[in-house]
């Protein structure tokens, strides 16, 4: 047998296992996919994620793609591909291919949930709010999925304008979330409501002392788990009004806290990554 034959041979072999190993998981992946997430999502070492990211992304493709109306599987791919953004954040084409799949798949559970065939940016936003109406507290987790891919994909285009149309429709769907239950995921959705409000210098509409509210109440309802909470409020509050003393306290603390929380390990190592890179650049913005 020649070298290269042995090569395909071992090839075939590979994607042989890699096929049964995807079709036996797609029949059991209503387990598998919290697990799944979860591994990933309290993985304290964003490289290792990076280093495996191919498998992840095969693999949830390939459960979507088996079951292509389960909003489940759908929300879980928005979570997922905005966590994976957010290793790319230097890498500024890939970062962009990975938030249109996280918009993609977001959107496709709003719809689904909203029991319409829907193309969300063609709704006004009248019709908008009546399909937010219709979700409830069960449906939470899939509001903020669809906001979170939404965002990650805005953040990564933002000189799209259809990324600045669309933050009215963000907003209502996290003041929906709001409503219905604010402590959801350490009180994410106030986080993206206090970061939509500083987008804005006050002189062009922004809102810091709404802002200022609803990172307090983040830090409030997460007990100081989420890291992001406290890096997003100095990035985005701290540095609006030019507060350097509260930029470096809050910017501090992250760099002080543990890591490891339930959900939150890997963006909150992300956020200490972030904190490193704000304090280093703190004495140029001030």
Not at 186 to 213: D, F, M, N, Q
Request: net charge negative.
């Amino acid at each position: 047998m020649t070298p290269r034959y042995n090569q395909s041979w071992h090839t075939f072999r590979a994607l042989l296992l890699l096929l049964t190993t995807l079709t036996v998981t797609a029949c059991a992946f209503s387990g598998l996919q919290d697990g799944f997430s979860r591994a990933i999502m309290n993985q304290p070492d964003p490289e290792t994620v990076r280093e495996a990211l191919p498998t992840f992304l095969v693999a949830t493709d390939a459960m979507i793609e088996a079951k292509p109306e389960s909003i489940d599987r759908l929300s879980t791919g928005a979570d997922l591909y905005s966590a994976f953004t957010g290793l790319f954040r230097h890498e500024p084409e890939r970062a962009r291919i990975l938030a249109e799949r996280a918009r993609s798949y977001g959107e496709r559970a709003f719809c689904l949930a909203a029991h319409v065939d829907c193309d969300l940016t063609t709704i006004n936003t009248q019709q908008f709010s009546s399909l937010l109406a219709t979700f409830d507290k069960d449906e939470v987790p899939v509001l903020l999925s669809y906001a979170t891919g939404w965002l990650t994909w805005a953040n990564v285009n933002n000189g799209d304008w259809s990324a600045v149309a669309g933050l009215p429709k963000i907003q209502q769907v996290l003041e929906r979330i709001v409503i219905l239950q604010e402590d959801f995921h350490y009180g994410t959705a106030h986080v993206y409501l206090g970061i939509l409000k500083t987008l804005r210098p006050p002189s062009l509409g922004g809102k810091p002392a709404e802002a200022l509210a609803h990172f307090e109440r983040a830090l409030e309802l997460s007990g100081g788990r989420n890291l992001s909470a406290r890096t997003d409020y100095a990035e985005h509050y701290a540095r609006l009004v030019y507060d350097r003393e509260l930029h470096d306290r809050l910017l501090g603390e992250v760099m002080e806290m543990p890591t490891e929380a339930p959900g939150l390990t890997l963006l909150n190592s992300l956020a200490k990554r972030r904190a490193k890179e704000l304090l280093a650049s703190a004495e140029d913005y001030f």
